[in-house]
């Protein structure tokens, strides 16, 4: 059974960066998708980007290019960075496992604990 | 403005069966594109409902299914119980977007 747990620092002020990064425990690496996705307050889920254990990534084009997705293939990890946080930034957090369908469709089958940002000065 | 569109609630007594919508485009849900649901209980994360349009993962209960037609997609369950109520959401890909979407999300509320 595969476990994603996440970690960072969810206390920013205002234009710092926000890193996370997500491990992958008792599961392959390759051959699925690797996605964040956020979750403002009482709102609904909007999905960040992905990326594969090649390193190919995809992003959400609604979102500005303020985010970086990475891998280390071998830790098993992901990673997301977001630079310049605001108070609108403000969300939980998640990073999941998709599984691929017909091509760069996925679903999300597992999902990591959840961190909230809370940016604030 | 969620590319998908669900009702924000829904309701129904004990017993009952509700149905949840997820209305899209030519662009995802009417070009084939499948459509998965997930579950989520308030402060909880989000748990995989429906994968593949209709397809139940190991432990969703027979009274929860899928389907889809044209550019929509329902989520339906019967034999309502109280530890239904929570939020709802349905899931795609755009191709004009180039990426995974989400519908706005329905609270269920079971009476």
């Known amino acids: 059974q595969v476990q994603l747990q996440q970690w960072g620092a969810g206390l920013l002020k205002p234009s710092e960066t926000l890193s996370l990064t997500c491990a992958v425990y008792g599961g392959s690496f390759s051959g699925y998708f690797w996605s964040w996705i956020r979750q403002p307050p009482g709102k609904g889920l909007e999905w960040i980007g992905k990326i594969d254990h090649s390193g190919n990534t995809n992003y959400n084009p609604s979102l500005k290019r303020r985010f970086t997705i990475s891998v280390d293939v071998s830790k098993n990890q992901f990673s997301l960075k977001l630079t310049s946080v605001t108070a609108a930034d403000t969300a939980v957090f998640y990073c999941?496992?998709?599984?691929?369908?017909?091509?760069?469709?996925?679903?999300?089958?597992?999902w990591g604990q959840g961190t909230l940002l809370t940016a604030s000065s | 403005q969620s590319v998908l569109t669900q009702p924000p609630s829904v309701s129904g007594a004990p017993g009952q069966r509700v149905t949840i919508s997820c209305t899209g485009s030519?662009?995802?849900?009417?070009?084939?594109?499948?459509v998965h649901w997930y579950q989520q209980i308030p402060g909880t994360t989000p748990k995989l409902l429906i994968y593949g349009n209709s397809d139940r993962p190991s432990g969703v209960p027979g009274r929860v299914s899928g389907s889809k037609s044209g550019t929509s997609a329902s989520l339906a369950i019967t034999g309502l119980q109280a530890e239904d109520e929570a939020d709802y959401y349905c899931q795609s890909y755009d191709s004009r977007l180039s990426g995974v979407v989400f519908g706005g999300g329905t609270k269920l509320t079971v009476l």
């Open positions: 030519s662009s995802n849900i009417g070009a084939g594109y499948d």
């Open positions: 999941a496992r998709g599984i691929p369908v017909s091509g760069t469709n996925n679903y999300f089958d597992s």
